[in-house]
């Protein structure tokens, strides 16, 4: 059964209903792109993990800069006990 015939009034009508519902869904899109993208208020949001996240990660640097020095230590003492 094939499709009803639409005037070129409705198929007018239809393409601009179909445009501005893009419009709409654009500008929609546009503000939670700017909500999502928008870092300072999603801090403000995820305070209390970003403090946790920022102590774990300041803990592991240091603890992998004081790691590599002890190793780099290490190394200079037994080179020189060794003679070398």
Same mark, same amino acid.
């Given at each position: 059964?094939? /499709? /009803?015939?639409?005037? /070129?009034?409705e198929?007018? =009508?239809?393409?601009?209903?179909?445009? %501005?519902?893009? $419009?709409?869904? *654009?500008?929609?899109?546009? *503000?939670? *792109? %700017? +909500?999502?993208?928008?870092?300072?208020?999603? &801090?403000? $949001? +995820?305070?209390?993990?970003?403090? %946790?996240?920022? @102590?774990?990660?300041?803990?592991?640097? $240091? $603890? @992998? &800069?004081?790691?590599? @020095? =002890? &190793? =780099?230590? @290490?190394?200079? #003492?037994?080179?020189? #006990?060794?003679?070398?």
């Amino acid at each position: 059964m094939a /499709p /009803p015939q639409r005037s /070129p009034e409705e198929i007018r =009508a239809s393409i601009e209903q179909n445009r %501005v519902e893009l $419009g709409s869904a *654009v500008e929609k899109l546009r *503000v939670e *792109v %700017v +909500h999502l993208t928008d870092w300072r208020s999603q &801090l403000r $949001g +995820h305070e209390r993990q970003a403090l %946790v996240a920022a @102590g774990i990660a300041g803990f592991l640097l $240091g $603890g @992998g &800069l004081a790691a590599l @020095g =002890a &190793l =780099a230590g @290490g190394r200079r #003492r037994r080179r020189r #006990r060794e003679g070398l």
